[in-house]
Antibody, heavy 122, light 107 residues
Framework: QEQLQESGPGLVKPSQTLSLTCTAT??????????WTWIRQPAGKGLEWIGR???????HYNPSLKSRASISLDTSRTQFSLNLSSVTAADTAVYYC??????????????WGQGTLVTVSS | DIQMTQSPSSLSASVGDTVTITCRAS??????LNWYQQRPGKAPKVLIH???TLQSGVPSRFSGSGSGADFTLTISSLQSEDFATYYC?????????FGQGTKVEIK
């Protein structure tokens, strides 16, 4: 079993950097076959994949974010983090961390955090 | 990016009905398609992965089918707890992308 919990400020000023941390309770973050992912959802809208990181440190991001996103991994603390720079009101959303499982050629998000609302406002 | 289009965007149904939601990808994605259920205020939950594999613990009234670019999620004998929003998601390539969602409401 794995549990994920997001933490971080609920309010960020425009042009500043949004920083969130996801803490995993299990030890799968120290093993391969999983990708540690951030996904967001504006109120009343759909899901947007932000990016993911592997245990090797290799990360991939959504090009729509124009290089504003950065994800890091700290296996010793079983945490991974998101930094999103130069935020605007359009970045206001519920942010989820999730684990993407690799099962052969099959990839899917099998565990999610509860989500944390981040509002961008002055 | 691969665009995922779901239909319908919403539907009304009664307990006991069979419901079908479709998802179309903008290009072929083999069977790299997952389905999620999201209840209000909650995180999504995986129902089906690899187009038709039922996730452990998910009731058998949920089923998925399809390959290539066209996929279907079927909910047989709809239960009250199934009223939620459903999303498809492709895992064929990065960036991962989701459909816009289908809201299943009580008639």
């Amino acid at each position: 079993q794995e549990q994920l919990q997001e933490s971080g400020p609920g309010l960020v000023k425009p042009s500043q950097t949004l920083s969130l941390t996801c803490t995993a309770t299990g030890d799968s973050i120290t093993r391969g076959s999983y990708y540690w992912t951030w996904i967001r959802q504006p109120a009343g809208k759909g899901l947007e994949w932000i990016g993911r990181i592997y245990i090797s440190g290799s990360a991939h991001y959504n090009p729509s974010l124009k290089s504003r996103a950065s994800i890091s991994l700290d296996t010793s603390r079983t945490q991974f983090s998101l930094n999103l720079s130069s935020v605007t009101a359009a970045d206001t959303a519920v942010y989820y961390c999730a684990r993407e499982r690799e099962l052969g050629a099959d990839y899917y998000f099998d565990y999610w955090g509860q989500g944390t609302l981040v509002t961008v406002s002055s | 990016d691969i665009q995922m289009t779901q239909s319908p965007s919403s539907l009304s149904a009664s307990v006991g009905d069979t419901v079908t939601i479709t998802c179309r990808a903008s290009q072929t994605i083999s069977r790299d398609l997952n389905w999620y259920q999201q209840r209000p205020g909650k995180a999504p939950k995986v129902l089906i992965h690899a187009a038709s594999t039922l996730q452990s613990g998910v009731p058998s009234r949920f089923s998925g089918s399809g390959s290539g670019a066209d996929f279907t999620l079927t909910i047989s004998s709809l239960q009250s707890e199934d009223f939620a929003t459903y999303y498809c998601q492709q895992s064929y390539e990065i960036p991962r992308t989701f459909g816009q969602g289908t809201k299943v409401e009580i008639k």
